[in-house]
């Protein structure tokens, strides 16, 4: 009895010190609110968000990357262009083929059946001895010596491909010119009598504005029997931009261009020229280009 006593006071004492803390036993009442007082509103519950759709990140269209295979073809091309020392005595043209590969860290591919149309084997001596050279004049010289302008290369998705001009034929390539340096001197240099050479004859356009193609019958050459100009706008290409064409077409592989029945073509367009040509012709119209740039600068500097 005494137990049970000790444990109903303990009780009490710890319901005493927790209401005294402001706590509120199991089965307190609310208070009454003091007399006077405004009602206290009932507790609103917070209302449950509604249901969304799951956020859905835009899709940002990324730029296009760049193109693998002319980035190929460009890593190619600076390869080419390192300089090497040439010591062939007599070497088969596989083997020098294989040298230039370990010297350039290059892929070179040789169409067989393009060797053969020009009458050229892989193992025909090649004999080229220089200090210094180009890889890329290397390639030329050596391929020159063997088939003269028979055999050529291009270089596709970054490989060096040897063929024959005649298998090259469906393989051309178009590249554009920046050429408003040139032709911005060449209205200079006529003005004063100088520049490049005009056009020998004045052109007769045929109906519609163009310039007489060489390539449709009647009108296939120019007045005084010179070779017509690939279907020039008369009306939109400048003067400037016909001789340095002219120049171009008589000085590289005339024989390549479509005014003497060849498959390159040449095109003006917003101070480009726009040239459709051989892997070995646009390195010549590159290097005539370059030229004439040269030359210019030379002689602006004795001025």
């Given at each position: 009895m005494r137990v049970f006593m000790a444990v109903f006071v303990a009780g009490l004492l710890v319901a005493t010190d927790i209401t005294a803390e402001g706590a509120q036993p199991l089965n307190a009442q609310p208070e009454a609110?003091?007399?006077?007082?405004?009602?206290?509103?009932?507790?609103t519950p917070l209302p449950t968000p509604p249901a969304t759709a799951p956020v859905v990140a835009p899709v940002v269209a990324q730029p296009a990357a760049a193109d693998e295979t002319e980035v190929n073809n460009q890593k190619t091309r600076d390869k080419l262009a390192t300089r090497m020392r040439a010591e062939y005595l007599q070497v088969p043209l596989a083997e020098v083929i294989a040298h230039l590969s370990e010297q350039l860290q290059l892929d070179f591919y040789i169409d067989q059946h393009g060797l053969?149309?020009?009458?050229?084997?892989?193992?025909q001596p090649v004999t080229?001895?220089?200090?210094?050279?180009?890889?890329?004049m290397l390639l030329d010289l050596v391929l020159g010596q063997l088939g003269?302008?028979?055999?050529?290369?291009l270089v596709r998705?970054?490989?060096?491909?040897?063929?024959?001009?005649?298998?090259?034929a469906d393989a051309s390539d178009v590249k554009a010119y920046p050429v408003a340096d040139l032709l911005k001197l060449n209205r200079k240099g006529v003005e004063a009598g100088e520049g490049l050479p005009?056009?020998?004859?004045?052109?007769?356009?045929?109906?519609?504005?163009?310039?007489?193609?060489?390539?449709?019958?009647?009108g296939r050459f120019a007045p005084g029997g010179n070779p017509g100009l690939v279907v020039i706008d008369a009306g939109t290409t400048p003067p400037a931009a016909i001789a340095l064409i002219?120049?171009?077409?008589?000085?590289?592989?005339?024989?390549?261009?479509?005014?003497?029945?060849?498959?390159?073509?040449?095109?003006?367009?917003?101070?480009?020229l726009v040239i459709r040509q051989s892997a070995r012709?646009?390195?010549?119209?590159?290097?005539?280009?370059?030229?004439?740039?040269?030359?210019?600068?030379?002689?602006?500097?004795?001025?």
């Open positions: 609110p003091a007399a006077g007082a405004p009602p206290t509103a009932p507790a053969e149309d020009a009458g050229v084997t892989t193992d080229v001895v220089l200090r210094e050279v180009r890889g890329d003269g302008r028979d055999l050529d290369y998705d970054g490989i060096v491909m040897i063929t024959s001009v005649k298998s090259m005009a056009a020998p004859d004045p052109f007769t356009p045929v109906p519609g504005g163009a310039l007489p193609s060489p390539n449709r019958g009647p002219q120049v171009l077409e008589r000085t590289v592989a005339p024989e390549t261009w479509e005014a003497l029945g060849g498959s390159g073509s040449i095109s003006y367009y917003d101070e480009m012709v646009h390195r010549e119209v590159a290097e005539v280009l370059a030229l004439l740039r040269s030359t210019a600068a030379q002689k602006a500097a004795k001025n």
